[in-house]
């Protein structure tokens, strides 16, 4: 197949120059408006190039923040590893400590149960203790106001010219309606004058002991002689007893 030149060589000479001529400045045409074109295209090729290369280094710096990310992810993910690592340990910890601490209280129930079958017990003897020198008290009261009154009468007039007119005897009288205990009663006269002797026999006296004694002295009778009876009276006692107007007589002037 011929090309447009050989076609156009082939034509008459005065068709062929004008033909050429033209054909010439269409060429040169072409050409620079395909060069006018390239050169456009080439820029929107570099324009694009250009936006590419931009897009890339911001590309590449996401992914370098990306990966910074990811790197800081991976070491909090490590720490979270090491702290859940940690926790692990204390509650593994914390467990045999509560199985240990639950053992030591089932033991020490089983000791407080002891402890307080052992108290109750104790609770129990030392009731029965109680209640037996309880009885060893009044046995020991008994004797005390026994031998008082039979000691009294000789006591009572060699020391203080106290002369017993009645038996003496251990009694409840019936004052107001109301029953009162009282150890040693009877009648004495002093100075020819009548008296109603009370008498009480303690192991030991206190100052309490002797108000209240004061006081159901004064519910039996408003002209008496009082006498106390113990073992032994401080010093102060016997002071306090003394303003009070109470003869105090020791145990060991009792006759047997």
């Known amino acids: 197949m011929k090309t447009l030149e050989e076609i156009i060589k082939e034509l008459p000479e005065n068709i062929r120059l004008p033909i050429y001529e ?4 269409f060429k040169e045409d072409i050409i620079h408006k395909e060069l006018t074109e390239i050169k456009e295209e080439i820029k929107e090729v570099w324009k694009a190039i250009k936006e590419l290369t931009e ?3 911001r590309t590449e710096k996401r992914v370098e923040e990306l990966a910074e990310a990811q790197k800081r992810t991976e070491q909090r993910l490590e720490e979270l590893a090491e702290a859940q690592k940690r926790t692990e340990e ?6 045999i400590r509560v199985e240990e601490l639950a053992e030591a209280q089932k033991r020490t129930e089983g000791e407080i149960r002891k402890l307080t079958e052992r108290l109750d017990k104790l609770t129990e003897e030392h009731a029965k203790t109680r209640r037996d020198l309880g009885g060893l ?3 020991f009261g008994y004797v005390l106001e026994d031998r008082a009154m039979k000691s009294l009468p000789k006591i009572l007039k060699k020391n203080y010219n106290i002369k017993v007119i009645q038996k003496l005897k251990r009694d409840y009288l019936k004052i107001n309606g109301e029953y009162i205990e009282v150890n040693i009663y009877g ?11 009370i008498g009480e026999v303690k192991s030991k006296i206190s100052k309490k002991m002797i108000d209240k004694f004061l006081q159901k002295c004064e519910k039996i009778s ?21 303003e009070k107007g109470i003869l105090l007589i020791p145990s ?5």
């Open 22 to 25: 033209a054909f010439k400045i």
């Open 55 to 57: 897009a890339q280094k």
């Open 90 to 95: 204390r509650l593994e910890k914390l467990t």
């Open 137 to 139: 008290a009044h046995t």
């Open 187 to 197: 009648k004495v006269k002093k100075e020819e004058k009548e008296y109603t002797l």
């Open 222 to 242: 408003k002209k008496s002689i009082k006498v106390l009876i113990s073992y032994v009276f401080t010093p102060e006692i016997k002071k306090y007893a003394e």
């Open 252 to 256: 060991y002037e009792l006759e047997l």
